[in-house]
DNA sequence: GAGATATTAGCACGACCGTTCGTGCAGTTT
DNA sequence: AAACTGCACGAACGGTCGTGCTAATATCTC
């Protein structure tokens, strides 16, 4: 039978994966997803390579199994704390703020694992960058859902282009989080706050909303 | 003496070494600098691989001339176009449509080289990050001298924050390049467009100043 | 218990990496 | 013509890469 019978064995398996994929996301979030080598994995966590490498097949399945693993991670960093935000410009702002915290706390030791890899996997056609693309929309859906919302229930003016508006917030925060890394400084993550409460304003009905204070 | 006489094997090696840094520049905003192997470059030119080695010394010694090679070819292909534009909202208006034009052109053919490489070392310390965020200084402070004048000669009030003000500009370029790149579209530079021209008449003292029709 | 099964280890492979060395050759200087 | 300079070459170094084998070990089924 195939049932969900407990066996030790796959649970000491996913166990392993588990610890390899923790291992990989932050190497990948420094150092990106081609600096992943299994040897390297194997050594860092004790185990032979071989070990690590029958765990996932290739090492392009490796990579994206590390997509994944961070997909997953990013959800619960980012998006699940704002679940209990009632929909609507202050959920939306919140949205945007966990951001910010998320890249500010560095949950990946290189800031947002999603702007190192797909720099560097933009260009690359192939699984990987499918991936990446569709985490990308993904998480712009995300937004523009959150906006959505907000613009339903009063909160935005009927005529905001929504798309727009989460383009330019997502470029707020993506820098913030390029600059904040790449000089080491917490500036930018304050310049970002102010932005992002602009661009809010500026298409809320009320610009003096108290979700926007 | 040490006088600039000609001399034809000096010569010689230079034009090689730009060889190498024209294919190494277009390897690197694709795959990245740490993809540039000294191998692939002398196979893909026609050189041994001691030959190209002689000519860099080490391989940070070629991924910092690869940098370099790539800021002239930004700067002739991004700032150099608009040096004619006098100074004031029209020229910092142009300035970030020949970004927009730079990266949809593929210079690079990666998109933009510098979002490529900063993404892979904005979080590992050494000579070449500390190059890259120069670079990205530089760039800033050229956004910033153009909103700068632009506030002088009366185009944008005079409480704007420049530094923000550049911020969103550049974080808008980027992110069309990021997206453009990464899901094969053009829609992104069209939204960055309408973008950018939305945050200079935020912050211009006429908003139908005839620089932002 | 016995036997099936799945995770892990050990080992070897071919390829490529950055780097070093000694040498040849073209151009410059004397 | 001889001495010197500097680019490029080919070969080889020790390492690491991803990827296959086989064997050992631990767990589950019966």
């Keep these: 039978m195939a049932g969900p ?16 994929l923790r291992r990989a996301v932050s190497i990948a979030s420094v150092e990106g997803l081609d600096a992943l080598s299994i040897g390297r994995l194997a050594t860092d966590l004790g185990l032979s390579k071989s070990g690590v490498f029958a765990g996932f097949g290739s090492k392009e399945e490796l990579q994206l199994a590390t997509v994944r693993a961070a997909r997953r991670i990013f959800a619960d960093a980012v998006v699940a704390p704002v679940a209990d935000v009632p929909p ?13 915290a998320y890249s500010r706390a560095r949950v990946f030791p290189g800031g947002c694992f999603f702007y ?11 699984p990987v960058r499918d991936a990446l693309a569709g985490c990308a ?13 907000a613009r339903t229930t009063g909160g935005l003016r009927p005529d905001t282009d929504l ?17 904040a890394v790449l000089h080491d400084e917490d500036a930018p993550y304050e310049r970002a706050g102010r932005l992002l409460l602009r661009l809010l304003r ?12």
């Design 5 to 20: 019978t407990t066996d030790g064995r796959v649970l000491r398996g996913e166990e392993t994966r588990r610890a390899v």
């Design 88 to 100: 609507g410009l202050a959920r939306a702002r919140a949205l945007c703020e966990s951001w910010l």
């Design 116 to 126: 190192e890899v797909t720099a560097e996997f933009d260009a690359r056609p192939g």
């Design 137 to 149: 929309r993904e998480w712009s859906d995300t937004v523009v859902e959150a906006l959505d919302a």
């Design 163 to 179: 798309g727009d508006l989460a383009f330019a917030l997502i470029a707020v925060l993506e820098t913030a989080n390029s600059q």
């Design 202 to 213: 500026a298409g809320a009905t009320d610009p003096a909303d108290p979700a926007l204070a």
